[in-house]
């Protein structure tokens, strides 16, 4: 079942502060077209690290293909989104 | 291959300040860098006291090697930094596959060891263990992430030997470079402050509590009214150096190490054994072809414990009876552990350069039970000083003893 606008809304509020409190990021990097690893300095450790944040915050722990195929901020609320329509 | 080894850089953080200068200054006004709190009481420790780094902030390096520190390594990231600067040693040196690490600490970072291992006592692994906990709590944490920081290719050597560690770190660093192994060391060690870490000492007896309410008077190493180590925190980088490496590139020469030693006791895990301490100060004197009679200065691991200071006073004066002067600076900066060793030598440097003495600070009648030595107490003493001796004990009977020379 596809999910309200408001919920979609919560979940980047709510990926945005894990992301700003993991990574150390402003505001104004945690932009839908950023990249994770070019624009954000992110790297192999700091996707595990999300991934654990994820599990921690939305109850999900993503498979390694998934993971691999994230590039931007888009591409990260996507999965989230993807999570809560299939529960 | 024997080469000679020169000191070209020192870098610190302590109790008593964090830079290599305000340390010094604050030895020679005699200041103390304990404090008391209460914070422990709920965790059952019986002492209030400590010594910690203060006015330090994490966020001077950058996230993505700061992740794998914990406070020990960011310490000793920030006092290496401190001690590259001091040398004035250049990227391609640092960067390079003749320069290695030789850095300690009692083990990894005491807070994310208590993240990892809590998880477990949780029932669940895996809750709250970050990417990086266990890059935090390894033992070689420090010399890990200082060769990452810097980029440091060459060899790296953990002595995590408690409070013998950087004092190890030193005499290891020394003995590659003296073999041609190494032509620069980054040497020291570190410690972080954490409940857990004083309690050892506080089952054991070991830590003062009749200061509690007066902090600058404890601990006080040798005197009759002693009764125990004050755990505190810090970190302290030296470099190392080839001496025609140091001469060819101008560099500032502090001293020499010119002789090392380790042992062990085999005797007893946290009883110090006399003959232990004096074959570890022989040992070094023969590393470094002096006499007794050629010492100028003894700094003393002198913890204020009961027994480890009879032990050590004794040792010394067996060797070198009571025309040396001796002094520990742990009256000043307490117990820093893996730190001690790298931090007190950092005071002896200066001592060599200023031909001063400091004395044992709150030592004031020094034990009978203690060795007949010349103790240094009360005010700072003017002093020629070639040769300096220093000790570092630890728990598991590990000894080891530097000759710090003057250049």
Redesign the interface.
């Known amino acids: 079942m596809e999910i309200s606008v408001e919920l979609q809304e919560k979940i980047v509020v709510k990926t945005n502060e894990i992301m700003r409190d993991l990574f150390e990021l402003s505001p104004d990097e945690l932009k839908p077209e950023s990249r994770l690893y070019e624009d954000l300095d992110l790297d192999s450790l700091d996707a595990i690290d999300l991934i654990i944040a994820f599990q921690k915050e939305f109850g999900f722990k993503p498979e390694n293909e998934e993971v691999q195929g994230i590039r931007t901020m888009k591409d990260v609320y996507e999965m989230v989104y993807l999570y809560h329509e299939k529960r | 291959m024997s080469r000679r080894v020169v000191i070209t850089g020192v870098g610190l953080l302590s109790p008593l300040g964090n830079t290599f200068e305000d340390f010094i200054i604050n030895l020679y006004k005699g200041k103390s860098g304990i404090e008391s709190d209460t914070d422990w009481v709920p965790f059952g420790l019986e002492t209030h006291l400590r010594g910690s780094v203060k006015d330090f902030s994490e966020k001077n390096i950058p ?2 090697e700061r ?1 794998s520190m914990s406070r020990v390594a960011q310490l000793a990231v920030t006092a290496t930094k401190m001690a590259f600067d001091d040398a004035s040693l250049s990227k391609e040196l640092i960067e390079n596959e003749r320069t290695g690490i030789s850095y300690g600490s009692t083990m990894g970072g005491t807070s994310a060891i208590q993240d990892f291992f809590g998880s477990t006592v949780d029932g669940n692994v ?2 709250g ?4 906990t266990f890059l935090k709590i390894m033992s070689h944490t420090c010399a890990a992430n200082i060769g990452t920081a810097f980029k440091i290719p060459g060899p790296t050597m953990a002595s995590c030997t408690a409070c013998a560690a950087s004092t190890q770190g030193i005499g290891f660093g020394y003995q590659a470079i003296k073999e041609g192994r190494l032509d620069v060391a980054v040497c020291g060690g570190a410690e972080e402050l954490h409940v857990s870490v004083a309690s050892v000492f506080d089952t054991l007896r070991s830590t003062s509590t009749k200061y509690n309410d007066k902090p600058h008077l404890s601990p006080r190493p040798f005197d009759e009214n002693r009764d125990g180590t004050v755990i505190s925190e810090g970190a302290g980088t030296i470099i190392l150096e080839d001496m025609e490496n140091a001469i060819n590139r101008g560099a500032i020469i502090y001293g020499e190490v010119v002789g090392y030693y380790t042992n062990n006791d085999g005797v007893h895990m946290t009883n110090p054994s006399e003959t232990g301490l004096n074959n570890c100060m022989k040992g070094a004197l023969r590393d470094a072809d002096l006499t007794p009679s050629d010492i100028d200065y003894i700094n003393a691991h002198g913890t204020a414990t009961l027994i480890g200071d009879i032990a050590e006073s004794k040792a010394i004066e067996n060797i070198f009876g009571n025309n040396t002067p001796v002094s520990s600076l742990k009256g000043n900066i307490g117990h820093t552990m893996g730190a001690c060793g790298v931090l007190e030598t950092a005071g002896c440097i200066a001592m060599l350069r200023d031909q001063k003495l400091v004395p044992t600070l709150n030592l004031e009648n020094p034990d009978p039970d203690c060795g007949d030595l010349d103790y240094v107490k009360g005010e700072c003493r003017e002093h020629k000083i070639k040769h300096i001796l220093k000790n570092s004990f630890a728990f598991g009977g590990i000894n080891a003893s530097l000759v710090i020379s003057r250049f």
């Open positions: 996230r993505k992740r895996t809750k263990v970050m990417s990086t």
